[in-house]
């Protein structure tokens, strides 16, 4: 699936200063892509890696409607928080001022304890099971786009997970709990993902 994904975002136009109907660039995106596929297969734990999830957690965004009024303006910043040790703040701190259409990206680095209602997007890695339920229930039927890096679930109650098996990464949305948040997903980014309809 990882290079599926790449295909993807290389199509897609990455992350850049427009809407994704008129985004011609991808050049960030492949840098970061580019990084991963040499190093990734060293060491899971790299930035390099982070980074490549970086790239599609954005690009979630990008192929994602939000529901009417989450944003109290067409500019209001889109509020990405993160919930990771200092290799996943890292990777995502590169990304602050990037933007989605009109909205700039905005990263907080927050500890899984802080409320989550603020957020639109919540990237959460290194959490364990307890943890990461916990922060799901939180966000359930939010306009809170959850995105997780948990490996080896079979079922989840987050809207996206990430996971790597033999160094591709697959991309997994539970599409009832997306739906059940108000959020629209473009067809684009479900046919390159493993999309679950029936919630656990």
Known sequence: MMIVISKFIRKSG???NQTPSNSRSF??????WTGVLSCASVNAETL?????????????AIFTEWP????????????LCVIGDNIVQQAFEQLSDKKIGAHSVV?????????IDDC???FISGQDRLQLAQL????????????DDTEGLTSFNGIVNL???????????????????????????????NVITDNP
């Not at 009832?176 to 997903?185: N, S």
């Open 68 to 79: 009417e009024h989450t944003f109290k303006s067409e500019d209001e910043d889109l509020r």
């Open 136 to 147: 799901h229930a939180a966000a359930l039927g939010k306009p809170i786009l959850t995105v």
């Open 163 to 193: 996971q790597k098996n033999n160094d591709k990464l697959t991309l997994n949305i539970n599409l009832d709990l997306a739906r059940q948040a108000g959020f629209i997903m473009s067809a684009r980014l479900l046919k390159v993902a």
């Open 14 to 16: 990455g992350v850049n």
């Open 120 to 122: 639109h997007i919540v």
């Open 48 to 60: 390099e890696e982070f980074a490549v999830k970086t790239a599609v957690t954005l690009n979630l």
């Open 27 to 32: 050049a960030f995106v492949a840098l970061l």
């Open 107 to 115: 990263i907080f680095n927050i500890n899984r304890n802080r409320n």
